[in-house]
């Protein structure tokens, strides 16, 4: 059985201060059933990691370099990552590709980095409005999962959760139906069963876009979605609290 999983991706918001309130906020609420993951921006990731040693909440980052080392300023690579405490990695999140460029060949590139560095790789796909309304979604996530099939191993597969965001949902309110989100996130899974049976059964596939406490549940629900990658929900400890608890 695939165990749910909520992770929180605090994107470029907090400080030590908020950092401290929030990860105690989620420890005052005792054991959750289901796996707890929180991404906080670079610089509070050591402390992350300190404030919840001991618990079984993990720690992640947001990004990483889609190279090992060397001289590439600003970038922090997945060994790096790794030697903080992080234990899971976002990659190839919807505003890494549209502000920044991200490509499929990148996304694989920081995959396989963030396999041999020992984390688990995070990785995001899903359309915009625009594709959407065309009725090509599932071609959309169908190429931005081809190199990931293709290219890795039954192994590394093993240390990859995949999660479905709908760019038109990603911090606008608007939110897929419990439906919408099933029907993508079933035709994700048929993707990973044409390339193994086995992959398709034990890899996780989230869902990120506007999900909250109130409709957690419902989305939780559904057959083939396994948890949420969480965005503005996750700054408030209660609210993030009612999802896990959903």
């Given at each position: 059985m695939r165990r749910i999983l909520v992770a929180g991706n605090w994107k470029m918001n907090a400080?030590?201060?908020?950092?401290?309130?929030?990860?105690?906020?989620?420890?005052?609420?005792g054991n959750l059933s289901c796996d707890v993951a929180v991404f906080p921006p670079f610089p509070y990731l050591t402390q992350a990691v300190s404030e919840l040693n001991g618990s079984a909440i993990r720690v992640g980052a947001q990004n990483c370099s889609d190279q090992r080392s060397g001289a590439f300023t600003g970038?922090?690579?997945t060994e790096m990552l790794a030697d903080c405490g992080a234990e899971l990695v976002i990659i190839g999140h919807s505003e890494r590709r549209a502000l920044y460029g991200e490509t499929d060949e990148?996304?694989?590139s920081k995959t396989r980095l963030a396999?041999?560095?020992?984390?688990?790789?995070?990785?995001?796909?899903?359309?915009?409005?625009?594709e959407r309304k065309a009725g090509r979604e599932e071609t959309v996530v169908a190429a931005q999962l081809t190199l990931l099939l293709s290219e890795?191993?039954?192994a590394d597969w093993k240390n990859v959760v995949v999660a479905y965001e709908p760019?038109?949902?990603?911090?606008?309110?608007?939110?897929?139906?419990?439906e919408q989100a099933q029907a993508i996130h079933a035709y994700i899974r048929t993707l990973l069963a044409e390339r193994s049976a086995n992959i398709a059964e034990e890899t996780r596939i989230l869902y990120g876009g506007s999900v909250k406490s109130a409709n957690a549940a419902d989305l939780f629900s559904q057959t083939d979605i396994d948890g949420g990658l969480v965005g503005g929900a996750s700054l408030d400890a209660a609210e993030f609290i009612g999802i896990c608890r959903a």
């Open positions: 400080s030590s201060a908020d950092t401290k309130a929030l990860l105690n906020g989620l420890l005052d609420a970038e922090v690579s990148v996304v694989l396999i041999d560095a020992g984390l688990v790789a995070v990785v995001c796909v899903g359309e915009t409005l625009e890795l191993t039954d760019v038109w949902a990603i911090g606008t309110g608007e939110t897929a139906s419990p």
